[in-house]
């Protein structure tokens, strides 16, 4: 389905965590060789990740349906929630969320969880290592949930912290640690999850240094985006492996 505008254009919407300061200027680079593309941002409020009910909370679905319409407004040709609350809530959650947004809005919708589940898919991962920012409790939730998807987590890193702004602070060189050791149990692919982390433009280099694919969480937004709303992803030159799958 092609989405493009009279007028040329190719506006992608994305539901964004509130106190996240990464994803807009990654999206924004990103998509900066495709002119006719870009990224529009809708935030709700999300301040912390733990699994205590408030927290929980954050992710309700009417300040996200909230959110979507607002994008709608702007004529979008897809939405994305570049979130991963549903790596630990479950992927259903998202499903759920998807189904509501077209529900509403009458436009295709994703998320990153979701997109990196495809992606997984589409290149037959099985045995996957995992990077994130956050406590051992909601990594136990990620591996169990994506076990139940089908895929096994070979080696897990984090960094114990639930503060989400702080996870935009993490420096470049503590994730090529983390992907360095995850890449010691050669895994078929390590994912970088959280969209809140700089880890997106590291992709490139950890791939070619370690020779294991390297799916980031807002790389794989951007990938499922691209393609909902009509656009080759393959024009993304630089930003790792997933842009050059075949579809």
């Known amino acids: ?85 549903a790596s630990w809530m479950g992927l259903d959650t998202d499903r759920a969320l998807c189904h509501a947004v077209e529900e509403r809005t009458g436009i295709p919708a994703t998320s990153s969880v979701l997109a ?6 589409r290149a037959e991962v099985r045995r996957f290592g995992l990077v994130t920012p956050y406590t051992g409790d909601v990594q136990a939730r990620i591996v169990a949930n994506m076990e139940r998807e089908g895929f096994e987590c070979v080696a897990g890193r984090r960094l114990d912290i639930t503060d989400n702004f702080s996870f935009s602070c993490v420096p470049a ?7 360095r050791e995850a890449a010691a149990a050669r895994p078929d692919a390590i994912t970088i999850l959280c969209t809140n982390l700089r880890g997106a433009p590291l992709v490139e280099e950890l791939e070619e240094e370690t020779g ?26 630089g930003w790792g492996r997933l842009f050059r799958m075949p579809l």
Do not use: K, Y
């Open 1 to 85: 389905m092609m989405t493009q505008r009279e007028d040329g254009r190719v506006l992608l919407g994305m539901l964004t965590p509130s106190s996240n300061t990464v994803l807009e200027p990654v999206c924004a680079e990103m998509l900066r060789g495709l002119p006719e593309v870009s990224a529009h941002f809708a935030r709700f409020r999300v301040t912390s990740i733990s699994l205590d009910e408030s927290s929980l909370g954050q992710f309700d679905l009417a300040p996200m349906l909230e959110a979507a319409s607002l994008l709608a407004d702007a004529r979008v040709g897809s939405i994305c929630w570049n979130g991963t609350s």
């Open 116 to 121: 990196l589940a495809e992606i997984f898919r």
């Open 173 to 179: 060189e503590t994730l090529r640690r983390m992907v």
């Open 212 to 237: 294991i694919p390297i799916h980031d969480s807002i790389s794989a937004a951007v990938w499922s985006s691209l393609r909902l709303a009509g656009v080759d992803p393959g024009r993304v030159a």
